[in-house]
């Protein structure tokens, strides 16, 4: 917003972001609308020259634009949005954190206590799908206003995935894993709490019918302690309209 104030708009520009998320979470790209204005007499700009000039003064900062779209005034880039995927990345192999790659720090997840048993994951994973009262997989923040519970979860995957120059290092024997959920919208700390639970699963904590419970719950208190996935591991991937 403030590199958008630097274009000289005739009037102030609020973006309208797409995706919140939390402190620690990354974003591979998402997606902001905005309203630019240029006093009388000046061009406006093309999509090119916007995306050009909103790098030029993004420059010290860790967040790029990709491409700029010229929409109709009743494109809206949150409530409009089809769906939403996220990607939450795993490491398996590491004894203690200190074996995490310098290059994959805050990037990933290392859960602790040896292998996941990844085909009880994968069957938990099932009862994530649908259409479900999501209330135990959400958490409660004083911030956020008390919304529906209900949410669509259209896909869930978990799949091998390859590390940043992982192989270099394919001697130590560490594993990466991708979780990958797609839906319209999700609840607060919804995601990280559901990777959560299917790791629990995957360390025999949890067997995977009680996903099913925890769902059939419906009470946030009743989500296991300490099982909530760290922020760290979790990308928005894509925002899809």
Not at 41 to 51: A, D, I, M, Q, R
Not at 83 to 89: A, D, L, N, P, Q
Not at 108 to 125: H, K, R, T, Y
Not at 183 to 201: K, T
């Amino acid at each position: 917003q403030k590199a958008a104030q630097k274009l000289r708009p005739s009037v102030p520009i609020r973006f309208h972001i797409s995706s919140r998320t939390d402190t620690g979470v990354h974003a591979l790209c998402n997606s902001a609308h905005l309203d630019i204005h240029r006093a009388p007499g000046k061009p406006h700009f093309s999509e090119e020259l916007l995306t050009h000039s909103l790098n030029f003064h993004l420059k010290p900062e860790s967040i790029r634009i990709l491409s700029a779209h010229r929409v109709p005034g009743t494109f809206h880039a949150r409530f409009q949005a089809l769906s939403r995927t996220y990607i939450y990345r795993l490491l398996l192999g590491c004894a203690h954190h200190s074996q995490v790659p310098v290059f994959e720090r805050d990037l990933c997840w290392a859960p602790a206590g040896g292998p996941l048993n990844i085909p009880a994951m994968q069957e938990a994973a099932q009862f994530l799908l649908g259409t479900h009262d999501f209330s135990t997989f959400c958490s409660i923040h004083k911030d956020t206003p008390l919304r529906c519970p209900v949410r669509t979860i259209l896909q869930v995957d978990i799949q091998p995935s390859p590390g940043f120059l992982a192989h270099h290092y394919e001697h130590r024997g560490l594993e990466f894993w991708e979780v990958k959920f797609r839906g319209r919208s999700f609840l607060y700390r919804q995601v990280r709490r559901m990777v959560g639970a299917l790791v629990a699963v995957g360390q025999g904590k949890l067997a995977p019918r009680h996903i099913k419970e925890l769902l059939e719950i419906k009470d946030t208190l009743a989500f296991p302690a300490n099982a909530m996935a760290p922020p760290s591991g979790l990308f928005l991937k894509s925002v899809e309209y």
